[in-house]
């Protein structure tokens, strides 16, 4: 799986306190999707604009609807709003785990790509959506390859000091590949287009400026086992499974480790421990990380609203967190057998130690939050 990094630059019109663009970026367990939204003029209304037309497309693609249909949706709404001055402009890519693209764009620029030390504008075609212009173009995200998707700020910078009506997604091109001629990395040439960018319009951004630079790298995958299946004709699927997947593999649960001896025949021994209030950890051949579930699972939770200069790096939850924290997709194999016991449990509930499905459901959303995508295997 490759993993889709965005690096995100947004300056607000001469020094404005709210930005009038607003950048998405929203992960699935099949692709990524970046948008960037410009609203109409510039300042709170610009912003709340975007943001209203942003949120839209979110929840159309949320609903199943292809980048290209839902786009097509977002436009139709964008129309009615043009009535009262309520207006949209935006560029959207949609980008499978592979690399494949496809980009959308709507009265914005046109994207560019870099590959291999040289930047260009994707060849593109011109769909009809209600009487307007959507721009479609693709392309194959990978090593030495770069999308950048930008609002109109960048591409008419110099608009009105020589530059007619501005530089444009071609200009954009251009003055990369004069810095990317030397080698440099792609960051640094598109800083110092962004310099340039900035320079020739008097040394001020003249208008709200936002650019996105998507590119891949092959995922690190965190595997969670945790809580035996909810029945026991399940638990040698449950473990092969886990096993088959790619990446770490950690356990979070006692009897789930139980389960996950008996089926692999491994060896499990306990960790000894001075701390009276760590949960209890264990070895295990083929494992990265193995611990009590509940406890565990719901301090790993806490632990990330806490400044990470308190934290006891020593500490078996500290290990479980920088597991987390390297792995940009995360991968749930959930047993769904309850614990009745433990859930109606008085000191759980005293001590507000979430049950499983609440715990992992709890996590799922923090874990997206953190740009991680976050898939869920229930048995």
């Known amino acids: 799986m490759q ?41 709170i209304r610009a912003n709340l604009c975007a943001t209203l037309f942003g949120n839209e497309l979110v929840c159309f693609l949320e609903k199943g609807y292809s980048l290209l249909e839902a786009c097509r949706l977002v436009v139709e709404t964008i129309k009615i709003g ?48 209600g009487g307007e212009n959507l721009i479609e173009s693709n ?17 008419q910078s110099g608009m009105g000091h020589g530059f007619g009506y501005g530089i444009g997604s071609g200009g954009v091109a251009d003055k990369l590949n004069e810095y990317l001629v030397s080698g440099i990395k792609y960051d640094e040439a598109v800083k110092k287009m962004l310099e340039y960018c900035k320079a020739i319009s008097e040394d001020k951004w003249e208008d709200d400026t936002s650019l996105v630079i998507i590119k891949t790298r092959n995922a690190v995958t965190a595997n969670i086992l945790t809580g035996p299946p909810s029945g026991k004709n399940l638990d040698e699927k449950f473990i092969n499974d886990f096993n088959k997947a790619p990446g770490l593999k950690i356990v979070c649960g006692s009897t789930t480790l139980d389960v996950y001896a008996r089926v692999t025949k491994t060896a499990v021994k ?45 500490a078996p939850i500290a290990r479980l967190k920088e597991l987390i924290d390297v792995s940009d997709k995360i991968t749930f194999f959930y047993g769904a057998g309850e614990n009745k016991e433990q859930n109606d449990s008085m000191m759980f509930s005293q001590l507000r130690i979430f049950p499983r499905a609440k715990i992992i459901k709890l996590l799922t959303d923090k874990f997206k939050q953190l740009g991680k995508v976050v898939v869920v295997h229930k048995y």
């Open 82 to 129: 043009k009535k009262t001055d309520n207006f949209a402009a935006f560029s959207a890519a949609n980008i499978l785990h592979n690399g494949y693209a496809q980009m959308v764009t709507y009265e914005g620029p046109e994207p560019v790509f870099i590959n291999n030390n040289f930047a260009y504008i994707p060849q593109t075609r011109v769909l009809r959506a």
């Open 139 to 155: 392309c194959l995200l990978g090593k030495d390859k770069a999308l950048l998707l930008f609002s109109d700020g960048l591409s």
């Open 270 to 314: 306990m960790q000894e421990s001075s701390n009276p209030f760590e949960a209890p950890t264990y070895k295990a051949d083929g494992l990265n990380f193995a611990s009590e579930g509940a406890l565990m699972l719901n301090q790993l939770y806490n632990l990330y609203e806490l400044n990470p200069a308190n934290l006891d790096g020593g």
């Open 3 to 43: 993993y889709i990094e965005t690096l995100q630059y947004r300056y607000n019109k001469l020094d404005n306190t709210v930005c009038g663009d607003d950048i998405t970026v929203m992960r699935t367990k099949d692709s990524t999707v970046v948008i960037v939204m410009d609203g109409i003029g510039s300042g």
